[in-house]
């Protein structure tokens, strides 16, 4: 069967549809193609399916697979591919379906693909429970956990797909599915992982985890001059650390706060983001050994709640601006992979409202330590960190030179990095990168035969794309 380019307009698109059907022109329609990428908005869909349920879900598929018509998939809308929004295509939002529900005796939560990390850690925070996700709470948690998920609770509690149960599914044909470690196991190990390209997942079921609601957190903010000699040090420091401390590092523009002085605002400072989960009473074990690491310009770092620590990241997202992302895993912090990203700083482009901020999650504990690499598509073999650079601009005149910094800053990281990574917290970097970064050859084919298996004839294309197996690569 071949992808007609045909309905473009979709004018056959299915009546029994219950939710908003949105097209070029539409007076919600802008508002609703707007994602986390600016740059998505250069060019709009030709129709956006704003599902309400399952069956809407089940409509919108079947009528894609009777046109043999592509179909895109919008969840939180933070892919940074922007394959949520792609111009001209037919999208399957699943923004409206909101549901998030938490068993507490079980501490089993549930939640529908339009669920947001903020919303999810709220809910299970009224039972003294969280799922290990990510650090910005307006991402959805359905990209997040179908690319793996890391964030501050990995080194405790593993990444997302470590914690995740079980997913209802609708095939392309538009038939409904389970996925979990009985029932279809073999999407259930590529789901967790492979991302969006083997049904549209309508429901994710997690093992959540006792969190909080106190835990120590913050930012010790140090001056670039120190980076150098601090990031050299941090790996043999960290050897010994708890599982409880989650940690990121960030070289960012130093946000306007009275407690910085004036000279450092907008100018690259040295960020260890501290989430200790552990005895709030310990943690300064933990946290005074890392401010001693240098002079810190600012002690952030102190008792707040789960909830607060995971959104305070959120200052430093800023929604809808043009951006690229590239990023990878790195065996060790080594000198020379701290090197070249000290100096990719210098070599930063500057514009006015744009910036460029490096971070590196430092990894090991459960997620490094807890599951086998072939156990599901996810790769973690050999990661201790994984760094990502993250350019931020307005003006599309400026994006040639921040996709050019990102480029050579990619190819000079290339001697220091894994071939593996995460597939989420980078753009997508091409067919020889995508048969790499869940690992071995082997997870790569077993992958490409899950994916012939459920979507033949590759519908579900505007993702980090596995071919189906009978595709020629
Ligand atoms: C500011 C920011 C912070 C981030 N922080 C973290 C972090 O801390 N940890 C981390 O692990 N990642 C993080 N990410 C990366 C994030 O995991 C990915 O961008 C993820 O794709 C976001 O999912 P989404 O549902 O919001 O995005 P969307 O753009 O809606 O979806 C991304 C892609 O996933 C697929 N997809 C989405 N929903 C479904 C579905 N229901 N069924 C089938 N396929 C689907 C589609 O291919 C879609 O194009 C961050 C991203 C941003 C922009």
């Known amino acids: 069967m071949g992808v007609s380019t045909e309905p473009r307009t979709h004018s056959g698109f299915p009546t029994g549809f219950r939710g908003a059907v949105l097209r070029p022109g539409d007076l919600r329609y802008d508002a609703t193609r707007a994602l986390y990428q600016g740059r998505a908005a250069d060019e709009g869909p030709a129709l956006i399916a704003q599902c309400v349920d399952e069956k809407d879900v089940a409509t919108a598929l079947r009528y894609a697979s009777a046109h043999a018509v592509p179909v895109a998939v919008r969840s939180g809308g933070h892919g940074s591919d922007g394959y949520a929004m792609p111009g001209g295509a037919l999208v399957v939002d699943l923004s409206a379906m909101r549901a998030v529900t938490v068993d507490p005796e079980t501490r089993v939560v549930r939640a529908q693909p339009g669920v947001r990390l903020g919303e999810m850690d709220a809910a299970a925070q009224r039972h003294g429970l969280a799922v290990p996700a990510g650090t910005v709470s307006n991402t959805g948690v359905a990209g997040l956990t179908l690319g793996g998920g890391i964030g501050f609770l990995m080194r405790r509690h593993g990444a997302t797909v470590d914690n995740l149960l079980a997913c209802d599914m609708i095939t392309v044909d538009g038939r409904k599915v389970r996925a979990d470690e009985s029932e279809n196991p073999e999407l259930f190990w590529a789901l967790r992982g492979g991302g969006g390209n083997f049904g549209v997942v309508t429901s994710f079921e997690y093992r959540a985890h006792r969190v909080g609601p106190d835990v120590v957190a913050g930012q010790l903010i ?17 050897a010994t650390a708890p599982r409880e401390l989650g940690l990121l590092v960030a070289i960012a523009p130093a946000p306007p706060l009275p407690t910085l002085p004036e000279e450092v605002h907008g100018r690259p400072v040295l960020v260890l983001v501290v989430v200790h989960t552990g005895e709030p009473a310990s943690a300064h074990e933990v946290v005074e050994p890392l401010a ?36 990878g895993y790195l065996p060790a912090l080594s000198a020379d992979a701290v090197d070249v990203l000290l100096a990719s700083v210098a070599a930063a482009p500057s514009n006015p409202g744009a910036f460029c901020t490096i971070n590196l999650s430092f990894m090991g504990g459960a997620i490094s330590e ?48 894994l071939t593996n990574g995460y597939a989420n917290l980078t753009d997508d970097l091409g067919e020889e990168w995508r048969r790499g970064v869940h690992g071995s050859e082997a997870k790569h ?24 197996e009978a595709h020629a690569l």
């Open 222 to 238: 140090f001056p670039f001059d120190q980076a150098a000699d601090i990031l050299r040090r941090l790996p043999a420091h960290l």
């Open 370 to 417: 807890d599951v086998d690499e072939d156990a599901m598509a996810f790769s973690r073999e050999g990661a201790a960190w994984l760094w990502e650079a993250i350019s931020k601009w307005d003006a599309p005149a400026y994006d040639a030179q921040y996709d050019q910094w990102a480029t050579a800053l990619t190819e000079a990281m290339r001697p220091h990095a």
């Open 292 to 327: 001693a690491l240098g002079r810190p310009l600012a002690d952030l770092v102190g008792k707040t709640t789960w909830v607060r620590a995971n959104s305070m990241l959120d200052a430093v997202a800023p929604y809808g601006m043009r951006m690229n992302l590239r990023g």
């Open 445 to 468: 084919r077993r992958l490409r035969s899950v994916k012939a298996a459920w979507d033949p004839h590759n519908l579900l294309r505007f993702n980090k794309n596995i071919a189906p």
